[in-house]
Each structure stands twice: as structure tokens, then as C-alpha cells.
């Protein structure tokens, strides 16, 4: 394990303090959560990013989900290089935000109808008040530990009890804006049930993700999609998909297509902009008619839509099939196997869990099930682990209860080293000591 230096990197971090809230335009950048100080990365290529001094990793964090083709695909860049040249915005309609929304639309039939907004926030805040506009209702129910951007109304935690009003998860959250939210945790169909109904009529929507990224990863129960399903149908509540990680990931159709359940709405973001900013929501035509300008419920963006994101999107959708997902699901599988002899070797208390190309590593014992089981994960142990990988060159969430990623530019080597430094950085881990 050579030492690297961080010179550049901790110099850059002191004069990024000065500027932004913890030196990060986005928390969990700041390695609060694992301690020390954050790496800034100047380069990306493949399966490996650079930092600013030099050191080279493997990614497996892959921007938190968007690059499905690893960094800097030719396609992608002499797509986005194209449409730069030919003009950034224009603030009006353009031909590739039909190309995309067709290809959308193909590998997504529930989307009956689609907008494109500007991030994953946006098209979950949007899809909210679509539905909200469409019943004419206003509870909402989201799942413990679902992480569905930052608007004020998904911005609750759960009280204590079961199925719980909730309570503002953010200082600056007013209690009026999450006090139509109902909180109810993942898998537990008995506990969604409560909730329906002691809120007959009332709910307008349940946001979903349907394999949740956010709370580590952790897989839906066989079944348990479907009753969500049949409980929506029953009480006329919006069906929301919150595919924002799993849409093109989890399989061509994302969630919704690798289980087979359509939802009414449906909300994308990550894969689906290539690595630039981009959201979509959309649904059944009846829910999606109700937007403006063809119906009452506002929502608009100067930037949606945008050439160079819309360039980015078609070209990755342009470079996957149904065999990515066949080499992903190896790629994932081959690790996952690894990681698990790994784990059993060393006697750490651990386990993987993992979706296709999409993993976490629980430092508990498993099987993770829902939000209450990811916080017993030591995320002390967690933090020893990442710096422990860091070090060997691999980049990881800098959080315990985040989702890992494989990318097609990965190799079987790369899964293979990952394999053999994670059984060096677990047998060194001062938990076992
Ligand atoms: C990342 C994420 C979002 C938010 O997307 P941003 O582009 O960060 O605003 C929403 N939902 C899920 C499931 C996500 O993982």
C-alpha cells in the first residue's frame, strides 16, 4: 500500500472552507461522515479518477449512480462536445428533447407523458405536486430512509411509533411543510396498510424508491412492490417510482421493469443526463394532462430541457442494451461473491448486499430490510473501511449507509483488485485488533 500525498488536496479543502458551508456544495462530499479531510478530483477516465495531486483510484462511486459507462466516454464526450458548438440553451424547444423522450418512453411505457426538469430534486418535487394537482388531496406517504432530494415536504423523519406523522428532518423545514407527510418503513406492507388507512381519501401520492439506494442498498421483499401496488389501486393514491437511481441501473426498465409493476408516475435523474444535470418525471396521460400549460399545476425551468444534457442522455442510452446489463450483473455478481468469502475469512462482522451493479457493505450482520436494520451498521467500522480502501486507490461513498456502483468500463481485474483489498483493509481493521 504506497503512501499518497494529499498536499494539493488539503490546500484546496482550506481555501474551499472560505467559500462554501464545509467546504462541499453537497454534504456528504465533506467526509463527515468518515473523518478526515475529502480528496478533490481533478480527472476521470474509465473505471479511474485522479485526484488533484496525482493519486490515481478505482471508482466505485461513480458521481453517486449517473456514469453507467464509467468517465469520459468518447460517445459522450464528442456528444455533449457537438451540441456545444452548436449552441448551450436557447430557452426554446429543441429536436433532441423529442429524441430522448422517446427513448425514454421506450425503455419506460408507464411514462405515458414526460418532462424534463433540471435535477432528481425537481422531478420529485414536481411528480409530488402533479399529483397532489391530479386528486386533489394532500398527504403524502414516503418510506424511512428513502432520500428523494431536498424539497421541504420530503425533507421528514419519522416520529416514533409505526406509521408516524412526520417531523421536519432539516432545521428550516417547517412543521407545516412535512405535516402532510406520513412516514412508514420499507417492507413492511402491514405498516403501509395502517397508514392507508388512517388517512382514507386523503392520500394523494406514495413515493417510493423501489429498490432504496439511500439507506445502503436494500432489496424489496418479493411481493412487496406488488402490494403497494394493489394498495394504491384500492385508495386512488399516485403511485410514484422514484427511479432516480435505479432507471436504466437496475435493467433497461429500471425497477419497474426488472419487477414487472407499473407505477403512475415515475421520476429519473442520474444515468438518464449522462452526467449532466438532468431530471425527467412523467406518467399515465390522464395524471400528466393536469401540468401546465395544458392543465393548472405550474412547474417550468429556463434550463430544462438542455441541449448539451439532452446530447449526454442520448448518447449514453445509445451505448447500452440488454447485454450491459447481462456483463453488469456479472460484474456485480463476481464481487459480491469476493467480498462475501472475504468477509467470512476475516470473521468481520459484515455483509453485501446488492442489486445488479449497485452494492453496499453493511458493517453488521445482515440481512438489512429497512431503514431501523441499516442504522445498526458501526459506521465507525465503516469509516476505518473506506480509508483503509482509499489508501489501496479505491473510492468508495464516503458514508456507511450509501449505494456503491459498478460501471461497464469496469473490468473483471478491477472487480478482482477491489475483491483482494477488501480482504487486506477488513483483516486490518482495528475492530478485529
Ligand atoms: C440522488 C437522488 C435524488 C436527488 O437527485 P439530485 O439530482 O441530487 O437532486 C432523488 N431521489 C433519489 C432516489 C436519489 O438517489
Not at 403501509?192 to 394523494?204: D, I, L, P, S, Y
Request: charged share 15%.
Amino acid at each position: 500500500m504506497a503512501i499518497m500525498n494529499h498536499e494539493k488536496s488539503l490546500e484546496l479543502f482550506e481555501r474551499a472552507r472560505g467559500l462554501f458551508p464545509g467546504g462541499v456544495n453537497s454534504p456528504v462530499r465533506a467526509f463527515k461522515a468518515v473523518g478526515g479531510t475529502p480528496v478533490f478530483l481533478a480527472r476521470g477516465e474509465g473505471a479511474c479518477v485522479w485526484d488533484a495531486d496525482g493519486n490515481r483510484y478505482t471508482d466505485f462511486l461513480g458521481s453517486w449512480g449517473p456514469l453507467i459507462l464509467g468517465h469520459s466516454h468518447p460517445a459522450v464526450v464528442a456528444a455533449i462536445a457537438k451540441a456545444a458548438a452548436a449552441g448551450t440553451t436557447f430557452g426554446a424547444s429543441t429536436e433532441r428533447e423529442v429524441e430522448l423522450g422517446e427513448a425514454i418512453r421506450a425503455a419506460f411505457p408507464s411514462m405515458e407523458r414526460l418532462r424534463f426538469v433540471s435535477s432528481g430534486t425537481e422531478a420529485t418535487m414536481s411528480a409530488l405536486r402533479v399529483a397532489r394537482g391530479a386528486t386533489g388531496r394532500s398527504k403524502l406517504i414516503k418510506i424511512d430512509g428513502g432520500y428523494h432530494g431536498h424539497a421541504d415536504m420530503l425533507l421528514a423523519a419519522a416520529g416514533s411509533g409505526a406509521a408516524t406523522l412526520g417531523i421536519p428532518g432539516s432545521a428550516g423545514v417547517t412543521a407545516a411543510a412535512v405535516a402532510d407527510t406520513i412516514i412508514v418503513p420499507f417492507n413492511d406492507e402491514a405498516a403501509m396498510a395502517a397508514a392507508f388507512a388512517a388517512n382514507q381519501g386523503q392520500v394523494a401520492a406514495l413515493i417510493i424508491e423501489p429498490i432504496p439506494g439511500n439507506m445502503g442498498l436494500v432489496p424489496p421483499k418479493p411481493g412487496y412492490l406488488a402490494a403497494l401496488r394493489r394498495m394504491c389501486d384500492r385508495e386512488g393514491a399516485v403511485l410514484i417510482f422514484d427511479e432516480v437511481i435505479s432507471g436504466f441501473r437496475a435493467g433497461p426498465g429500471g425497477a419497474q421493469g426488472l419487477f414487472g409493476i407499473r407505477p403512475d408516475m415515475t421520476c429519473l435523474g442520474k444515468i438518464v443526463g449522462g452526467g449532466l444535470p438532468l431530471g425527467v418525471y412523467g406518467g399515465r396521460a390522464d395524471i400528466m394532462k393536469v401540468v401546465a400549460p395544458e392543465g393548472p399545476v405550474y412547474q417550468a425551468g429556463t434550463l430544462s430541457g438542455n441541449p448539451l444534457a439532452m446530447a449526454a442522455g442520448l448518447a449514453v442510452l445509445g451505448q447500452i442494451d440488454a447485454n450491459s446489463y447481462k456483463r453488469l450483473e456479472s460484474l456485480g455478481a463476481r464481487l459480491a461473491a469476493g467480498v462475501k468469502a472475504a468477509i467470512a475469512e476475516t470473521g468481520v462482522p459484515a455483509c453485501i448486499q446488492r442489486v445488479g451493479s449497485t452494492f453496499t457493505i453493511f458493517f453488521c450482520a445482515g440481512p438489512v430490510t429497512d431503514f431501523a436494520s441499516a442504522k445498526r451498521a458501526d459506521s465507525r467500522v465503516y469509516a476505518d473501511f473506506f480509508h483503509g480502501m482509499l489508501d489501496r486507490g479505491f473510492y468508495l461513498p464516503p458514508a456507511q449507509l450509501e449505494a456503491a456502483f459498478i460501471s461497464l468500463a469496469h473490468q473483471d481485474t478491477e472487480v478482482d483488485s477491489f475483491v483482494s483489498a477488501t480482504h487486506e483493509t477488513l483483516a486490518a481493521l482495528p475492530v478485529l485488533r
